[in-house]
């Protein structure tokens, strides 16, 4: 498994997690969602997870959902190429 893919497991995980409680995310499971996402270097991520975690005390269903969705469609998605990675490429 490449570690992409062991990442949106873990995200995954934690997400329906969270969800399947419907009742107030603890601290210790914010600050841990909060930091894979800091490590993520994804600012899509790290938006939906700083949605996820304003919106899940009064709607954790629809706030649960929308993490996930975004982690499988971030996760199933070609990773951005950066000019410099294709300069590389060229240059051998």
Partial sequence: M???AEVAAEFQATALAMQSRQR???????LRLAMAGLGSGDE????????FL???DTAPAAAGAALQETILRRCTA???RHAWQDRADLDG
């Fill in 2 to 4: 490449t570690v992409r």
């Fill in 24 to 30: 107030p995310v603890l601290i210790r499971d914010r």
């Fill in 44 to 51: 899509e991520l790290r938006a939906a997870i700083a949605r």
């Fill in 54 to 56: 304003a919106d899940h």
């Fill in 78 to 80: 070609a990773p951005t």
